[in-house]
């Protein structure tokens, strides 16, 4: 008897094991209800169910996988559609809102959009939406109460910059498509120029179109920009490869878990040029479908890969629905180049304060040949063929950017200046740059160099270790050489600022291609490029 009662034990003891994976899902669902309607019958004050359950489900439940298996409730599903089709309904235009008692001020409209063809002009002020005040708002609010169903109308109350009179304008709004690629154009000698800021629905198709384009007016090499491109869907991915290879090429391949995630894509049209030399820029923003285009043309030796080690994320989502209107971006696979090698960082949190990947020693990584024979190796990002030296900006430059002084300083010249003159040979005088000076010295930011950054943390290091008062001469002698007036900075760092003035400038006359013209004037990476490639050919 006691051995058939070991024997039982033993059975259901193998059972639960085999059991495992669906009998802890299970037993862990079960606790988790059980905790919650104790909680909630006994618990001494009323019980936050939403938010202890999303906190549960954020900070726990997918904190311990990788950081893109995200859940969207239903409230989010808008940002969600946002990032795969680019689209929306609403005028078209960027908004800049100083405070809640403020008017909304239009910032910057685009190119064809509802808001330019109904006149608003960066500078003009909304003081009302559909009549109620925008004062009390925030700019969120505005934003929303401003978007709606395309073809539904919008009544503004605005004062116009130019006249200051104060009118109603009634806006039909239309499904507003933010495009992917910035900018399309044929600079000197002849090179293709396409800057591409990332991969939504149907940017694939628009490469082939500008490709096409370029090639009829004469392009002799192309210069594909991924440059901070975080990626998007791997079909226009594979989109975009197809019009540099040879069709039936394999573009990349996806491995995973479950049923069906193992998957190979190949391009299959025909290409617009598979002659024709190709440079792929990339640094370390360049992520996801960015590394596919990359890492495929890499592999197929059909672009030279230049700038710096790319992001390194090699993972596959899917979009699965959820109860209640909600999503799960879930990874499901990892995807691999055509070499084979799979461009994931190994580890998820080794990363550099930018976000790319810290440097990985080859013995952890594995050897792959491109179709000529070339190495090249996996465990994080794509790396260049050709490394570019990037420009590095002072704390100075990031510091007027974050805290929007030359988007302000922007939208005072515009007030200032009705016309500029074309992008092309527009440029900020001297005297536009210390009128700029004069402007952020009456701002408030962290004007500190990085050097005086460091120097304040480590002053306060030895306060709290009580050698502050010995070394005060000398923390006052270092102090005062690091200590620099604002305008005196600012005029040191002129050449660094003025690229960025011209390109918030240049956007509110000429739109977003105009920003980009005005980046292609000072990019010293594309020159290299440009240069590397011009030996390479010779």
Same mark, same amino acid.
């Given at each position: 008897?006691?051995?058939?009662?070991?024997?039982?034990?033993?059975?259901?003891?193998?059972?639960?094991?085999?059991?495992?994976?669906?009998?802890?899902?299970?037993?862990?669902?079960?606790?988790?209800?059980?905790?919650?309607?104790?909680?909630?019958?006994?618990?001494?004050?009323?019980?936050?169910?939403?938010?202890?359950?999303?906190?549960?489900?954020?900070?726990?439940?997918?904190?311990?996988?990788?950081?893109?298996?995200?859940?969207?409730?239903?409230?989010?599903?808008?940002?969600?559609?946002?990032?795969?089709?680019?689209?929306?309904?609403?005028?078209?235009?960027?908004?800049?809102?100083?405070?809640?008692?403020?008017?909304?001020?239009?910032?910057?409209?685009?190119?064809?959009?509802?808001? #330019?063809?109904?006149?608003?002009?960066?500078?003009?002020?909304?003081?009302?939406?559909?009549?109620?005040?925008?004062?009390?708002?925030?700019?969120?609010?505005?934003?929303?109460?401003?978007?709606?169903?395309?073809?539904?109308?919008?009544?503004?109350?605005?004062?116009? *910059?130019?006249?200051?009179?104060?009118?109603?304008?009634?806006?039909?709004?239309?499904?507003?498509?933010?495009?992917?690629?910035?900018?399309?154009?044929?600079?000197?000698?002849?090179?293709?120029?396409?800057?591409?800021?990332?991969?939504?629905?149907?940017?694939?198709?628009?490469?082939?179109?500008?490709?096409?384009?370029?090639?009829?007016?004469?392009?002799?090499?192309?210069?594909?920009?991924?440059?901070?491109?975080?990626? /998007?869907?791997?079909?226009?991915?594979?989109?975009?490869?197809?019009?540099?290879?040879?069709?039936?090429?394999?573009?990349?391949?996806?491995? /995973?878990?479950?049923?069906?995630?193992?998957?190979?894509?190949?391009?299959?049209?025909?290409?617009?040029?598979?002659?024709?030399?190709?440079?792929?820029?990339?640094?370390?923003?360049?992520?996801?479908?960015?590394?596919?285009?990359?890492?495929?043309?890499?592999?197929?030796?059909?672009?030279?890969?230049?700038?710096?080690?790319?992001?390194?994320?090699?993972?596959?989502?899917?979009?699965?629905? *959820?109860?209640?209107?909600?999503?799960?971006?879930?990874?499901?696979?990892?995807?691999?180049?055509?070499?084979?090698?799979?461009?994931?960082?190994?580890?998820?949190?080794?990363?550099?304060?930018?976000?790319?990947?810290?440097?990985?020693?080859?013995?952890?990584?594995?050897?792959?040949?491109?179709?000529?024979?070339?190495?090249?190796?996996?465990?994080?990002?794509?790396?260049?063929?050709?490394?570019?030296?990037?420009?590095?900006?002072?704390?100075?430059?990031?510091?007027?950017?974050?805290?929007?002084?030359?988007?302000?300083?922007?939208?005072?010249?515009?007030?200032?200046?009705?016309?500029?003159?074309?992008?092309?040979?527009?440029?900020?005088?001297?005297?536009?740059?210390?009128?700029?000076?004069?402007?952020?010295?009456?701002?408030?930011?962290?004007?500190?160099?990085?050097?005086?950054?460091?120097?304040?943390?480590?002053?306060?290091?030895?306060?709290?270790?009580?050698?502050?008062?010995?070394?005060?001469?000398?923390?006052?002698?270092?102090?005062?050489?690091?200590?620099?007036?604002?305008?005196?900075?600012?005029?040191?760092?002129?050449?660094?600022?003025?690229?960025?003035?011209?390109?918030?400038?240049?956007?509110?006359?000429?739109?977003?291609?105009?920003?980009?013209?005005?980046?292609?004037?000072?990019?010293?990476?594309?020159? #290299?490029?440009?240069?590397?490639?011009?030996?390479?050919?010779?």
């Amino acid at each position: 008897m006691k051995r058939l009662f070991i024997l039982i034990l033993l059975g259901v003891s193998v059972y639960a094991g085999a059991q495992s994976p669906r009998f802890k899902l299970g037993k862990w669902t079960e606790i988790q209800t059980a905790i919650l309607q104790e909680l909630s019958r006994s618990y001494v004050d009323s019980l936050p169910v939403d938010r202890i359950e999303r906190r549960g489900i954020d900070a726990a439940m997918l904190a311990a996988l990788d950081p893109y298996t995200v859940f969207i409730p239903e409230e989010e599903n808008e940002n969600l559609q946002m990032m795969i089709h680019k689209t929306y309904g609403g005028i078209g235009a960027v908004i800049f809102k100083p405070d809640v008692q403020g008017n909304v001020i239009i910032n910057e409209p685009y190119a064809g959009s509802p808001a #330019q063809k109904y006149g608003l002009v960066c500078g003009d002020e909304i003081l009302a939406i559909d009549g109620e005040t925008v004062v009390g708002l925030n700019s969120q609010q505005c934003s929303e109460k401003m978007r709606g169903e395309p073809g539904t109308q919008v009544v503004f109350r605005v004062k116009k *910059l130019r006249s200051g009179e104060t009118v109603d304008i009634t806006v039909t709004r239309e499904r507003i498509k933010l495009d992917d690629i910035e900018f399309a154009g044929l600079l000197e000698g002849g090179v293709g120029y396409i800057s591409q800021n990332g991969f939504s629905d149907g940017v694939g198709a628009d490469f082939r179109r500008r490709v096409a384009e370029l090639k009829q007016q004469g392009m002799k090499t192309l210069v594909l920009d991924l440059r901070g491109n975080g990626g /998007g869907l791997m079909n226009e991915a594979v989109e975009i490869v197809s019009a540099l290879v040879p069709k039936g090429s394999v573009v990349v391949s996806a491995q /995973g878990r479950e049923p069906g995630a193992d998957y190979t894509l190949k391009t299959t049209k025909d290409p617009i040029d598979t002659k024709i030399p190709v440079i792929v820029l990339v640094d370390s923003g360049s992520a996801s479908a960015s590394e596919i285009v990359a890492g495929a043309l890499q592999d197929m030796d059909r672009a030279t890969i230049m700038g710096e080690r790319t992001y390194g994320k090699g993972l596959v989502q899917s979009i699965r629905s *959820l109860p209640y209107g909600g999503e799960l971006k879930v990874t499901t696979a990892k995807y691999y180049t055509p070499s084979g090698r799979c461009v994931q960082a190994i580890d998820y949190a080794r990363r550099r304060e930018d976000g790319s990947v810290a440097q990985i020693p080859d013995s952890l990584t594995h050897e792959f040949k491109t179709a000529h024979g070339r190495i090249v190796r996996d465990g994080g990002g794509i790396t260049p063929d050709v490394k570019l030296d990037f420009r590095e900006y002072s704390r100075l430059t990031y510091s007027l950017v974050s805290y929007g002084i030359l988007e302000q300083y922007a939208l005072e010249f515009v007030r200032g200046h009705e016309t500029i003159p074309p992008v092309e040979d527009f440029h900020l005088s001297d005297a536009d740059y210390e009128a700029f000076i004069e402007f952020a010295r009456g701002k408030e930011f962290d004007y500190r160099s990085s050097a005086k950054t460091y120097f304040d943390r480590a002053k306060e290091e030895l306060r709290l270790d009580g050698l502050d008062k010995a070394m005060k001469d000398e923390l006052d002698a270092l102090e005062k050489s690091l200590n620099m007036e604002k305008e005196d900075f600012l005029r040191l760092k002129k050449d660094e600022i003025v690229p960025f003035i011209e390109e918030e400038i240049a956007v509110r006359y000429y739109f977003q291609q105009a920003g980009v013209q005005i980046r292609i004037r000072y990019d010293d990476a594309l020159r #290299q490029a440009l240069a590397a490639e011009r030996i390479k050919q010779y």
